[in-house]
């Protein structure tokens, strides 16, 4: 079993910047794609940007230049470091990690961005 717990979301300005972490327990994170997503209120989840066991990034097109996913296997930890925060990156972001078919998630850090 696999259990990830976010932090480092907070209040911060527009054009501020915030890193999430997301630390997994157990001895299978460096095998495990690790993503984020969040969920604006009154809205769906989304995607946000994922990285692979072998360090390939991908990222939603909204969040592209502004936003860096990066991992610490010695850590079982992953990033995402966030710039440029806009209104509209305000969510609660959440971590999951994919490995051999099972998806784990973590109960998510919330993020505002306002003046």
């Known amino acids: 079993q696999v259990q990830l717990v976010e932090s480092g979301g907070g209040l911060v300005q527009p054009g501020g910047s915030l890193r999430l972490s997301c630390a997994a327990s157990g001895s299978i994170f460096s095998t495990m794609t690790m993503s984020w997503y969040r969920q604006a209120p009154g809205k769906e989840r989304e995607y946000v940007a994922a990285?692979?066991?072998?360090?390939?990034?991908n990222y939603a097109d909204s969040v592209k230049v502004r936003f860096t996913i990066s991992r610490d296997n010695a850590k079982n930890t992953v990033y995402l470091q966030m710039n440029s925060l806009k209104p509209e990156d305000t969510a609660v972001y959440y971590c999951?990690?994919?490995?051999?078919?099972?998806?784990?998630w973590g109960k998510g850090t919330l993020v505002t961005v306002s003046s």
């Open positions: 999951n990690g994919y490995s051999n078919g099972m998806d784990y």
């Open positions: 990285i692979s066991s072998g360090g390939s990034t």
